[in-house]
């Protein structure tokens, strides 16, 4: 049983008490788990953040990355087993090469996420006449002025979107991962990203 979500507002009472083989989960365990294994899942450079680790007795961790990994054993002194976000991809396309180019981000756009970023690269793309189009796939409310910036609703799966796009771009102030980053490149599309830890990683 892969169990990931946010269960502040599950009824408990209607599942009574989880019960499998191995049990995973990424935020706050708010109900009853019988498992053989439990794991948590460290997706977060604690570093860079306000979060603190959650510690659950009797369980393993995982973390998505070397530097999630890292963060969390020098906060906590527990070491984490690395094991990188599963990303299966079928095929990998050819360079798209094009007159306009075409930018995909998707991002929650947090305040780490690179906002303002996206702000500056569109005022460069514009005062110097790019043809771009850039779509960003998002939930959060930000204000961009470049003028062919088009926000998207999120969407699960973007392979298509991805696929199609000149560059798949990533912002970020810092990440834990940059699963965005890794499909982009299994996809054969190159990415505009920050230089930061966890993408040279």
């Known amino acids: 049983l892969w169990f990931s979500c946010n269960v502040s507002n599950v009824n ?6 989880i019960k499998c083989k191995r049990f995973f989960c990424n935020y706050g365990l708010d ?8 794991y948590h899942i460290i997706h977060c450079d604690y570093k860079h953040t306000s979060f603190k680790p959650i510690m659950y007795p009797g369980f393993k961790y995982i973390g998505v990355s070397k530097l999630a ?5 020098e906060l906590t002194g527990i070491e984490a087993e690395l094991i990188y976000n599963p990303v299966v991809i079928e ?23 690179g906002g303002e970023r996206i702000n ?16 960003i796939y998002t939930n959060r409310r930000y204000r961009f002025f470049g003028r062919n910036i088009q926000i998207m609703p999120s969407k699960l799966d973007l392979r298509k979107e991805m696929e199609e796009a000149t560059y798949v771009v990533q912002l970020s102030d810092h990440e834990s991962f940059g699963l965005t980053v890794a499909e982009s490149l299994m996809l054969g599309t190159p990415v505009i990203i ?8």
């Open 69 to 73: 990994c890292d963060s969390f054993k």
């Open 31 to 38: 109900i009853p788990i019988e498992a053989e294994e439990k």
């Open 120 to 135: 500056q690269l569109s005022r460069i793309l514009d005062k110097n006449n790019v043809d771009y189009q850039w779509d």
């Open 91 to 113: 095929k990998v396309n050819a360079p798209k090469l094009t007159d306009k180019i075409h930018l995909v981000s998707a991002t929650r756009l947090t305040a780490e996420k």
């Open 12 to 17: 408990l009472d209607k599942y009574g008490t």
């Open 194 to 201: 920050t230089d930061i830890p966890a993408f040279k990683e």
